[in-house]
């Protein structure tokens, strides 16, 4: 696709409830980066993926966090039994190269509300 | 670690003037690149400008400018004869240069831009 592409644009879900984001990176993008952006806050680095390789997860919250990108394109954020705190907006971006300055192309984010 | 700081909450413009964002940052590397995106209420965030740390020269993409203080560790945006569309949340960002194990992004909390017709 021409940009990155995340679904849902919105989920809701209840307090306990596991739930999955998914990322489509543009195509033949090596590196791709979850960040987490909180009501009036900037983004905040979550977890990179270069290739399928996860090469750092030091912005997980916690172990309730976990993200995959087993084929090297597509990734999923999985957030298990989910709690207030965990509302957020997500966005993934995508980088075309490791070790140069590409610039990260964002999508649109998935709005996550918990109640 | 490195942090990025806006001081500006919010500003204001009138359209066709002059807007200045300002941001500061704290590193001990020598070699990083800082960024300007623009997130609208769509939520996309978009580059704007980029300028390598290693550049003494400030960046410019069209109206918009960068002011790049490296002793200072100041990065300031500057839109010229601002227009309607320009009005968003500007984030500024810091990234480790090569050799950096991850090249995530670091932002600042964001300013607030309106534009007034």
């Known amino acids: 696709g021409a940009g990155v592409s995340q679904s849902p644009r919105y989920k809701v879900a209840k307090r306990g409830q596991d739930v999955a984001l998914r990322c489509d990176p543009i195509s033949g993008h090596v590196s791709l980066f979850w960040y987490q952006q909180a009501l009036g806050q900037g983004p905040e680095f979550l977890t990179y993926f270069q290739n399928e390789a996860q090469l750092d997860k030091s912005g997980l919250p916690s172990d309730r966090f976990f993200a995959e990108r087993p084929e090297g394109s597509v990734s999923t954020l999985k957030i298990q039994r989910t709690q207030q705190e965990d509302s957020a907006v997500y966005l993934c971006?995508?980088?075309?190269?490791?070790?140069?300055?590409?610039?990260?192309?964002f999508g649109d984010g998935t709005r996550l509300s918990i109640l | 670690a490195q942090t990025v700081t806006q001081s500006q909450p919010e500003m204001s413009v009138q359209e066709a003037e002059t807007v200045t964002l300002s941001c500061t940052y704290d590193t001990s590397e020598s070699d990083y690149y800082l960024f300007w995106y623009k997130q609208p209420p769509s939520r996309q965030m978009i580059l704007v400008i980029r300028?390598?740390?290693?550049?003494?020269q400030n960046a410019t993409e069209n109206r918009f400018s960068v002011n790049f203080q490296k002793a200072a560790k100041s990065f300031s945006l500057k839109i010229s004869d601002s227009q309607l569309g320009d009005a968003a949340m500007y984030f500024c960002?810091?990234?480790?240069?090569?050799?950096?194990?991850?090249?995530?992004?670091?932002f600042g909390t964001g300013t607030l831009l309106a534009v007034q017709p």
């Open positions: 960002a810091y990234r480790q240069g090569y050799g950096g194990a991850t090249n995530k992004l670091i």
């Open positions: 300028q390598e740390a290693y550049k003494q």
């Open positions: 971006a995508s980088s075309l190269d490791v070790g140069s300055n590409q610039p990260q192309h």
